[in-house]
């Protein structure tokens, strides 16, 4: 009789109360690039499927000899304003296998994953190229993007002050208490050309929408100053 191996199943909360620190997962998708560079990791290009009704459907897939796993990430949702009240917009479901044997091991959801990575990225790539001495970030979107920048980007570059704008004020000022203990100063800002102006680092954290209309213009960015898009 065959053994069924064992399976793990790691909900949205289980993974969220999971406390991965920033410059560990910043590491992590360095390792990553790395490894994928060198040829001791595959990866392909990201599969998309758009509907006529709004809705979005991504996957991808990886796979690390070294590691020992395949990985296929799922990423599912709709436009931002489309989405119920009470629910996220966007979704997320890994599968993760053994390399050798190709036996499944775990499904997990990403919501968080789907969140956090986007944030080490960024992170990653201002550790390389963001002025190390940057000190105010701009962040355009106060949504969870904005949140987990914040953090990520804290973990590479001295950031003192963050100016914040949002279309809605109240969004850009539940952000500003969500940082109050932080020890980071937080700034509200109605005019998004002042976060822009005043940033070191900017990122942009506008969520999905097909009604999205232009608010920033490139001439406001200061020379030196590092964007996250």
Same mark, same amino acid.
């Given at each position: 009789?065959?053994?069924?191996?064992h399976?793990?199943?790691?909900?949205?909360?289980?993974?969220?109360?999971?406390g991965?620190?920033?410059a560990?997962?910043?590491d992590?998708?360095?390792?990553a690039?790395?490894?994928?560079?060198s040829g001791q990791?595959?990866a392909?290009p990201k599969i998309?499927s758009l509907?006529?009704?709004?809705?979005?459907?991504?996957?991808?897939?990886?796979?690390s000899?070294?590691?020992?796993?395949?990985?296929?990430h799922?990423?599912m949702?709709?436009?931002?304003?489309? /989405? *119920?009240?009470?629910m996220?917009h966007?979704?997320?479901?890994?599968?993760l296998? &053994?390399? %050798?044997t #190709?036996?499944?091991? @775990?499904?997990?959801?990403?919501f968080w994953?789907?969140?956090w990575?986007?944030?080490?990225?960024?992170?990653?790539?201002?550790?390389y190229?963001?002025?190390p001495?940057?000190?105010?970030?701009?962040i355009?979107?106060?949504?969870?993007?904005a949140?987990v920048h914040?953090p990520?980007?804290?973990?590479v570059?001295?950031?003192?002050r963050?100016?914040?704008y949002?279309?809605s004020r109240s969004?850009?000022e539940a952000f /500003? *208490?969500?940082f109050?203990?932080?020890g980071?100063?937080?700034?509200?800002t109605? &005019?998004? %050309?002042? #976060?822009?102006?005043? @940033?070191?680092?900017l990122?942009?954290?506008?969520?999905v929408?097909?009604?999205?209309k232009p608010i920033?213009?490139?001439?406001w960015?200061r020379?030196?100053?590092?964007?996250?898009l």
């Amino acid at each position: 009789m065959t053994e069924e191996p064992h399976f793990l199943y790691l909900t949205r909360g289980e993974v969220g109360n999971l406390g991965i620190d920033y410059a560990v997962m910043i590491d992590g998708v360095e390792a990553a690039f790395r490894a994928w560079t060198s040829g001791q990791a595959i990866a392909h290009p990201k599969i998309a499927s758009l509907t006529d009704v709004g809705s979005f459907f991504y996957s991808l897939n990886a796979c690390s000899s070294e590691l020992g796993y395949n990985v296929c990430h799922n990423s599912m949702g709709v436009q931002a304003e489309l /989405a *119920r009240p009470g629910m996220h917009h966007l979704n997320g479901m890994q599968i993760l296998s &053994d390399y %050798r044997t #190709a036996q499944p091991l @775990a499904a997990i959801d990403t919501f968080w994953a789907s969140t956090w990575i986007p944030a080490a990225v960024s992170g990653l790539a201002a550790r390389y190229f963001a002025r190390p001495d940057s000190r105010v970030l701009g962040i355009i979107a106060t949504g969870a993007q904005a949140r987990v920048h914040v953090p990520a980007l804290r973990a590479v570059l001295p950031i003192e002050r963050v100016v914040a704008y949002n279309r809605s004020r109240s969004g850009a000022e539940a952000f /500003a *208490r969500d940082f109050a203990d932080s020890g980071i100063e937080v700034e509200v800002t109605e &005019d998004p %050309r002042a #976060a822009v102006e005043a @940033a070191d680092v900017l990122v942009t954290a506008v969520p999905v929408s097909a009604n999205t209309k232009p608010i920033l213009d490139p001439a406001w960015v200061r020379p030196g100053t590092w964007v996250s898009l």
